[in-house]
């Protein structure tokens, strides 16, 4: 199964993001590797005395459920086109002309690309203001929907559904995103014990990727390679506020 461009498999979404929506207000990444990490932390501390009687000493562990998950991006950005969707449409607030909109003439003269009839503005940009576009908008907060970077998606293939079910009667597989996610509904098959706050696994394309914020965006423009940027990203999974 094809990803929606034929091309990119990762994404990064911003909080404005209409569900499912893999275009508008998305900027797609030419990643070559992501590279998962999850990393537990268990507390444990060694049992005083436990090897004295039986020459085996031993060292007790709390589980309680610690765990920190970053994704590894590394790919190159290339000249693209990206899709914008912004609460205000008005004409005037494009208008680089003037610094207040509301001091814009009635009609001006606006370079295209117009937005269409969805509102939404489908424009053209070079490498170099993809690269700072990402910077800006990693140096955002949540309080600003326009700049929160606030999910990532990765495109994997999947045989096998949310209910240990094969996706399709022939086995082949469908892309879903990558997911922390178990197979099951609360407290049954993989999620057996786990009755509060379960997530769904992905059932569709359309699914939810992972939340969390960027951690950090680095990119090299380099005189060797005209044609692309290199980058490096790293996404952090965590319930942002």
């Known amino acids: 199964m094809a990803s929606p461009d034929g091309t990119h ?6 909080g404005s993001t209409k569900a499912g929506d893999l275009v508008v207000n998305t900027i797609p990444l030419k990643a070559e590797t992501v590279t998962f990490t ?3 932390t268990v507390p444990s501390f060694d049992i005083p005395f436990s090897g004295m009687f039986s020459g085996e000493s031993r ?14 991006v590394a790919g190159f950005i290339t000249d693209m086109t990206i899709t914008r969707k912004f609460n205000k449409t008005a004409a005037k607030y494009y208008n680089s002309s003037v610094d207040d909109p509301e001091d814009s003439p009635s009609s001006f003269n606006i370079n295209s ?3 269409n009839s969805d509102n939404e503005l489908v424009i053209e940009m070079t490498k170099q203001e993809i690269a700072q576009l990402i910077h800006s908008n990693t140096d955002g907060t949540a309080a600003q929907d ?44 993989d999620n057996e014990g786990a009755v509060i706050g379960v997530s769904d696994f992905p059932d569709a394309i359309s699914s939810d990727g992972i939340k969390g914020f960027v951690r950090s965006f680095n990119c ?13 990203l790293e996404f952090e999974v965590a319930i942002t506020v």
């Open 9 to 14: 498999y990762v994404f990064l979404r911003l």
């Open 38 to 40: 999850t990393g537990k």
């Open 59 to 72: 060292t007790i562990a709390f589980n309680m459920g610690m765990a920190s998950k970053t994704v590894s």
């Open 113 to 115: 690309p117009a937005l």
């Open 146 to 189: 326009m700049q929160n970077m606030n999910e990532l998606i990765v495109l994997i293939e999947s045989k096998v559904d949310s209910r240990y079910q094969y996706r399709n009667s022939d086995k082949t597989s469908d892309l879903i995103p990558w997911s922390y996610s178990s197979r099951g509904y609360r407290n049954t098959l």
């Open 220 to 232: 090299e423009i380099a005189a060797e390679e005209p044609n692309a940027i290199s980058f490096t």
